[in-house]
């Protein structure tokens, strides 16, 4: 993993590189611990301190920051670094010698030739943070060391000023607990506390203020930690929690780091050591899986910092996060997750960030995902009995897509779905006019259709029931699909088609990545040659090293960076924006079309290797949401997003460590 170093003598961060590299860290309940490499809180989601009160959402800012100084003799050293208007103040980043994912986030500094190693984790299955410094001092003068938490009580979306906050403060010798409402901050230490209270005014965060949102806030602070730090190695530690950790010293601290680091260094003992990609990959998918409180269950946060578990997301996600990485158990909890909350054929697109609220169902994507990846979870495992239990939940999607359903989604007599607008994963919306406005019969959903109904029939085969009527709705959509959506005259596909009761007839000519999916699925209905001429017309005009991008720059209504307010990036979001989670079906169709040559297997590496070097370029050790269309095809969206790391894993695993097809089924 690559270590990040610092000159101390450039006294510029605007050359530093600061705001576009960023850790996170999880918790296992959708709860996180964010920030930049520089140790300067750029967004309004950052924090030492993210708890998801009712998980995996509700997340709320507990712990924004601890400010640290070490005083030795006359002088003090201020390791903190805030911007406030005009400034940032005070510089810490200037004793900052080097920052590294450990696996755990570390930060290396050095101060009148002391040095300070700080890290951090969270306790997995707790909203618990701890911050733990090994500190070496070789002089012979006093030295002390001084901490100053900065703590909210705040929606991630949301900013504070003081006057929204007034926290019941509980102080004692070693930490203190803040009460606001029903929520609670434990701070506990192997320090001294000393009770001071003080606001700290007029924070800002520059992402925020790029992005077009509120970007200032006020931060409280109950006080301070306090410990003499003798010559020779000390360790002092601060927990945060929105629980009671109860009395913990440093040999806790210790324990629980170790706990911390054998269970991911777990999760990648099946990979060769010297395959770093991978490993990163799947330590960073494990971030993704998380419990649901509502379900008692698994479930896929779809994105950090931002995003919640989302149907379609979880679905696209689960063989990459899941599946290679031998996570069976997992797999098959996120599938019954979304199984039970089944209704009229829809899996739901979204659940309910409150208690008791009603699932979102407005996805026609989610549900032919889903099929898809119970599929993919039989040709790794074999497992019937699972398959069995999941039966009911296959045929009620298949005969609701078949008689009609919610959103107008139905199947019309050629054998093809049609639905309503913005049901697809292309759904971005400004001013209530749909960017992309696809209703009708979209390319990939039906694809995604013949998929599911040859998954369904090859399931139900093996377990012995009756599908000859999916055989026969799949030869009437595969006829119909080559027939309809072959745009023989650009040699690729269509990626609308009118639906039978839209008012236009004409076809969407736009180049569009969805066509990819007619040639990555499973089952596929396309002639080996049209197959080519798809992987062709995408490569030369969608293919970025980061990703495909949403619409082809030759036409009109392309736009290549994805920056500004709401409004610019939702323009921008699938109309030429790059999505590296492309990358995993366009690289299995490039290898498909080729017959899973060796040179076909050195370009997919090749063309990954790409977003290994982005691992330690944005989201360090995780993968962006976005990439602009255009050169130099800078990162965006959400600095860590699951289809990105699952697909690129899932591409890695199959496409590449594997010489052979091992996407077909069984």
Not at 172 to 188: C, F, P, Q
Not at 242 to 253: E, K, L, Y
Not at 601 to 610: I, N
């Amino acid at each position: 993993m690559k270590d990040i170093s610092y000159d101390r003598d450039r006294g510029d961060i605007s050359n530093r590189e600061f705001p576009y590299k960023e850790w996170i860290v999880t918790n296992g309940l959708g709860g996180y611990a964010a920030g930049t490499s520089m140790g300067i809180n750029t967004r309004k989601y950052h924090g030492l301190l993210v708890a998801s009160m009712n998980p995996p959402v509700e997340r709320r800012l507990m712990l924004c920051s601890l400010d640290e100084e070490i005083i030795a003799g006359e002088d003090t050293y201020y390791l903190a670094a805030h911007q406030y208007p005009g400034k940032v103040h005070p510089e810490g980043y200037r004793y900052l010698m080097g920052f590294a994912m450990d696996p755990i986030p570390t930060f290396r500094y050095m101060t009148g030739g002391i040095s300070i190693e700080k890290k951090l984790f969270m306790v997995y299955g707790e909203n618990t943070i701890i911050i733990m410094y090994n500190i070496h001092n070789p002089l012979d003068t006093d030295v002390s060391l001084r901490m100053f938490p900065l703590v909210n009580d705040r929606d991630i979306h949301h900013l504070t000023r003081s006057k929204d906050i007034n926290f019941h403060q509980e102080a004692k010798d070693t930490g203190i607990i803040l009460k606001n409402g029903k929520s609670e901050i434990h701070l506990n230490s192997n320090m001294q506390f000393s009770h001071e209270p003080y606001w700290y005014y007029n924070l800002e965060y520059p992402v925020e203020l790029s992005r077009g949102y509120p970007y200032i806030e006020d931060n409280f602070n109950p006080g301070y930690f306090e410990a003499d730090i003798g010559k020779g190695y000390s360790s002092f530690f601060i927990i945060a929690s929105t629980g009671d950790t109860g009395s913990a010293d440093i040999r806790t601290v210790r324990n629980r780091l170790e706990k911390e680091t054998e269970r991911l260094d777990k999760l990648v003992e099946r990979y060769d050591r010297d395959d770093t990609f991978i490993r990163r990959l799947v330590t960073a998918g494990d971030s993704f899986i998380v419990k649901r409180k509502s379900t008692d269950s698994r479930s896929v946060i779809a994105g950090y910092h931002w995003f919640a578990d989302w149907g379609r997301d979880s679905m696209i996600s689960l063989p990459g996060l899941t599946l290679v990485s031998g996570r069976f158990d997992d797999a098959r909890n996120i599938l019954a997750t979304f199984a039970a909350n089944c209704r009229e054929g829809l899996i739901p697109n979204m659940f309910s960030d409150s208690p008791g609220g009603s699932a979102i169902y407005n996805s026609v994507d989610a549900s032919l995902w889903f099929v898809h990846s119970l599929g993919r979870y039989f040709d790794y495992t074999e497992d019937i009995p699972f398959i069995d239990s999941m039966w009911n939940t296959v045929e009620d999607i298949i005969e609701n897509y078949r008689n009609g359903t919610r959103f107008g989604i139905g199947m019309d007599d050629d054998g093809l779905i049609f639905h309503g607008g913005q049901l697809t994963w292309m759904d971005a919306i400004v001013d209530n006019t749909p960017i992309t406005p696809r209703k009708g019969k979209a390319c990939e959903i039906n694809a995604l259709w013949y998929n599911a109904l040859k998954y369904a029939e090859l399931l139900g085969e093996k377990l012995e029931r009756e599908v000859s009527g999916y055989s026969e709705t799949a030869r009437t959509a595969k006829d119909s699909f080559a027939e309809k959506f072959l745009n023989r005259e650009r040699g690729c596909l269509y990626d609308l088609i009118p639906g039978p009761e839209s008012r236009i007839h004409a076809k969407d000519a736009s180049v569009r990545p969805n066509q990819i999916f007619a040639v990555s699925l499973p089952f596929t209905m396309l002639s080996r040659n049209t197959e080519k001429g798809i992987v062709k017309v995408v490569t030369e005009e969608l293919l970025t090293p980061y990703g495909l991008r949403t619409l082809s720059p030759r036409d009109t209504v392309y736009i290549g960076t994805y920056r500004g307010d709401l409004l610019s990036r939702d323009a921008a979001y699938h109309s030429g924006t790059a999505w590296p989670w492309l990358l995993g079906p366009y690289i299995t169709a490039y290898r498909k079309v080729n017959d899973y040559s060796q040179e076909s297997r050195s370009y997919a590496k090749a063309l990954l290797k790409g977003l290994e070097r982005h691992l330690d370029e944005a989201g360090i050790g995780t993968i962006s949401e976005v990439f602009d269309g255009n050169v130099p095809h800078k990162p965006g969206g959400c600095i860590s997003q699951a289809w990105s790391v699952a697909e690129i894993s899932r591409a890695w695993a199959e496409d590449v460590m594997q010489e052979e097809d091992c996407s077909s089924p069984l």
